[in-house]
Each structure stands twice: as structure tokens, then as C-alpha cells.
């Protein structure tokens, strides 16, 4: 069995644009998320031969990015002249039920589905083009987690994503833990409606 040679500076080099993206993405600080990505860089190249192409390399370099994104925002927490929180702050999109969420088409007044649920998940298993079907599925995850409202969606990106626990995840999101659980429901519940609406575009 052949061992994979690890990857080249060049090769790591060349994932910079979308590391940037990634860290951007998670920081919206452009000057952190090149700090970020230059130690993922270094503690790729360093680990180097750790690198076994059981995964792509940019899997694998996203990976170490994740760890350097969530020390940064640990960090932040810690620093003194970050201002304590004790509710999230208000938006208009984030969980203001007075306004008329687009999302109530969707629900009977009970709370059930006027919509097949499961429509989506169908036309998917059912799609002949099963090569591209996974690209296809996480570009569009991608548009709709880019659509959420930004609370909604560092704090989704977080919980999910990430795999902080819930406590963790509402602290780094700037949201009280007591309304995380229902912002993470709204979050998943505009994710699937915009899922099932792009998957339903023929």
C-alpha cells in the first residue's frame, strides 16, 4: 500500500483564496481572517506529513482553519473591553415575531406542515445526476446559509457546523443562551424552506 506524499507549499499556497473566503465568512474581520489563515497555513505545513489524502487537501486544510476561526473567537470573548451582553441584540430579521415571518405560509396556525416536507429530500433521491448531486447540494446549502440573517446564521454555523455545544455556541454568537434554542429552530427552518424552494426551481 503507497503512502501519500505530502502536499507541496505550492499546493497549500494555491487553497489560500478559499481559506480567506472560509475565514471571512466566520470572522467578518478581513484583517483576522488573514491572520487566521496564515496560521492555518503554517500549522499545515508543519503537519504536513500528517496529511494522509483520505480527504481532499482542502477538506483537510478547512479542517485546521476551523480550529484557528474558533480560537479567535474564544478570544474575543476574553478581551476586556468586549462589552458584556446581556440580551442578543435586537434585528428586525433575527426573531422579531412582530413582524410577519415568511415562514408562516409554510405552518397551519397547530404548527403542521402546509407543505410536503419531505419534497425536497424526494426530488433528490430521485435525480439522475448523482456524480454532481453533492456539490450541487452544498453550494446551495452554502446560498441559503449566506442568506440568513447574520445572527441566525453565526449561530447556526456554530452549533452545527462547528459542534460547539449550545452554551458555547449562543456566547460566541452574541445571543443569550435561553433564546438559542429558538433562534437555531428558525434558522433551520428558513434553511429547509429555502432548500426545498431552490430544489422545487426547475
Not at 492555518?40 to 500528517?50: E, G, K, V, Y
Request: proline fraction near 8%.
Amino acid at each position: 500500500m503507497s503512502i501519500a506524499p505530502p502536499p507541496a507549499l505550492d499546493a497549500l499556497l494555491a487553497e489560500t483564496p478559499a481559506l480567506l473566503a472560509f475565514a471571512r465568512g466566520r470572522l467578518q474581520d478581513h484583517q483576522e481572517a488573514e491572520e487566521a489563515v496564515q496560521d492555518c497555513l503554517i500549522a499545515a505545513w508543519r503537519q504536513r506529513d500528517s496529511f494522509a489524502a483520505q480527504s481532499s487537501l482542502r477538506t483537510w486544510l478547512t479542517g485546521i482553519l476551523r480550529h484557528k476561526v474558533l480560537d479567535r473567537l474564544r478570544a474575543r470573548q476574553r478581551r476586556p473591553d468586549r462589552p458584556a451582553h446581556s440580551a442578543p441584540p435586537h434585528h428586525a430579521d433575527d426573531g422579531d415575531t412582530s413582524r410577519q415571518d415568511p415562514l408562516e405560509n409554510c405552518f397551519t396556525p397547530h404548527g403542521a406542515w402546509k407543505i410536503d416536507p419531505t419534497y425536497a429530500m424526494d426530488k433528490l433521491a430521485n435525480c439522475p445526476r448523482h456524480s454532481t448531486l453533492r456539490a450541487e447540494l452544498r453550494d446551495l446549502l452554502r446560498l441559503c446559509l449566506d442568506a440568513l440573517p447574520d445572527t441566525l446564521r453565526r449561530l447556526f454555523t456554530l452549533r452545527e457546523l462547528d459542534q460547539l455545544d449550545t452554551r458555547e455556541a449562543a456566547s460566541l454568537a452574541s445571543v443569550t443562551p435561553a433564546s438559542a434554542p429558538v433562534l437555531l429552530t428558525r434558522a433551520r427552518l428558513r434553511l429547509r424552506d429555502c432548500l426545498q424552494r431552490r430544489l422545487a426551481t426547475p
